[in-house]
């Protein structure tokens, strides 16, 4: 630890590792009732040193940061390959990158990237099972204790910082016997199962919204019904050409047909909003709200953050008003379910990503009837195959809302036997606040167990 009561530290020279002065102030000790054992005790450096070979096809992995795990990312011929000289790594292993370790990039192998290859810059590792297990080792190397245990073991300048192997595997960790890193394992596992089982239940319920649609508005069946193999022309109405591109004329499933109702009226989009409208802030106004992407929560279909934004700042951004829905158009943003209503907006404007469509809802609709159907499932899965644009930059266009139709309904009625926009809002509202509740569990379960593991091996 780091003695603040004095001005000067000193070392011998003799112990001195590098030239980097931030190893003279760093902690080397983790405090814990467990024994303390170096972390090169529970494992072995793995080098299955391989030739890529042109005409072999090879899985590659990323280990994500922030603990996100290890992933596969590809798989790809050798020739598309520069490094000749890898390392085949086996599930199961425990997987660091040595530049992003402090940036929680680590993981346990998983089984489908069992026999992938990776570079110099991955370091794959072998478990002794009688010392440790792994899932405890990988919980403990992600708690907040061990934080500043990767960047101890971490050297370079800037944002360049290595993971140093002889400091990383010397460090010490607590290390309770392997029945009892089992038992702690289990606890906290069975904290993440019921997190788990919570946002299980959260999908189920999302799934049933499009249900739930389909059931009050006697929605058709969407089918493929032209998607039809056999034949090599395809026709369509002009009433139904959806922009001027063949492929998209060629879509099996018609925007028209997504949310066509066999009880009620169905009118277009453009009915119930105006699609992408202009928005001119008022005089004597400069501070608005920001909403980029990221403030758009995929899961609750909510603006999740409100960021400061000044008029004078907006130039080249999407601009917004309050109650307007902003959809996102671009992937991986609109299968996700970036849509909300954006409301309690700063002088009641906003402006944000270009990658918004906007939707002004006019007299004949609630927003949160709009919003409804751009959030369902049935409309996401179908407009991917509307993207178009390059690989990674591509887009759901105006012409596929444009040919959206809903069903027509009133606003409001006092007979309880009429169908209508806030009725449908208020089902669908239930079931989104039953789904909201679910993940808030979920998160507070996961919460939880990672504070049940903390105490028990640190005493936090």
């Known amino acids: ?166 400091k990383f595997l010397n460090y010490k960790i607590p290390m309770p016997l392997v029945e009892e890193q089992e038992r702690i394992v289990y606890k906290y596992n069975k904290g993440v199962n019921s997190a788990n089982e919570a946002i299980s239940e959260a999908d189920k319920l999302s799934n049933s919204i499009d249900s739930c649609l389909s059931s009050l508005l006697q929605l058709k069946t969407v089918k493929n019904q032209h998607n039809d193999k056999s034949g090599l022309i395809s026709t369509t109405t002009l009433k139904n050409l959806i922009g001027w591109g063949a492929k998209t004329n060629s879509n099996p499933i018609k925007p028209q047909e997504l949310f066509e109702s066999i009880q009620y009226e169905n009118m277009p989009l453009e009915f119930y909003c105006e699609i992408n409208p202009k928005t001119i802030y008022p005089d004597q106004c400069e501070e608005i709200s920001f909403v980029p992407m990221e403030c758009v929560s995929d899961i609750y279909g909510e603006i999740a953050e409100r960021k400061n934004g000044k008029i004078s700042n907006s130039k080249g951004y999407t601009l917004f008003q309050e109650n307007d829905v902003i959809w996102a158009k671009i992937t991986p943003c609109m299968q996700n379910g970036k849509c909300a209503i954006a409301t309690n907006l700063k002088n009641g404007y906003a402006y944000g990503s270009t990658e918004f469509h906007v939707l002004r809802a006019n007299e004949n609709a609630l927003p949160e009837y709009i919003h409804c159907f751009m959030r369902s499932k049935r409309l996401r899965e179908v407009a991917m195959s509307y993207f178009t644009g390059s690989a990674g930059q591509q887009r759901v266009g105006t012409d596929f809302l444009s040919a959206l139709t809903l069903p027509l309904l009133p606003l409001r009625s006092d007979d309880r036997n009429v169908l209508t926009q806030e009725t449908i809002v208020k089902k669908v509202a239930g079931i989104r606040n039953q789904i909201k509740e679910l993940h808030l569990n979920a998160e507070k379960a996961r919460i939880q167990a990672r504070k049940d593991f903390e105490e028990v091996i640190f005493g936090e």
């Open 1 to 166: 630890m780091v003695n603040t009561n004095s001005v000067l530290s000193s070392i011998f020279f003799s112990q001195t590792i590098d030239w980097n002065i931030k190893q003279f102030f760093n902690s080397n000790t983790i405090q814990s009732s467990f024994d303390l054992k170096r972390i090169g005790k529970a494992i072995t450096r793995c080098k299955d040193q391989m030739i890529v070979e042109d005409g072999n096809k090879y899985k590659r992995i990323t280990i994500k940061t922030n603990c996100g795990g290890v992933v596969v990312r590809d798989e790809v011929l050798g020739e598309e390959i520069k490094t000749k000289n890898q390392y085949y790594i086996k599930a199961g292993q425990l997987a660091v990158s040595k530049i992003d370790a402090r940036n929680g990039a680590f993981g346990i192998v998983p089984p489908e990237a069992d026999g992938a290859i990776i570079t110099g810059n991955f370091w794959v590792y072998d478990v002794n099972p009688e010392v440790a297990n792994i899932e405890y080792l990988v919980l403990l190397l992600s708690s907040n204790a061990f934080v500043q245990a990767w960047q101890d073991c971490s050297n370079g300048s800037g944002n360049r910082l290595y993971l140093q192997e002889d």
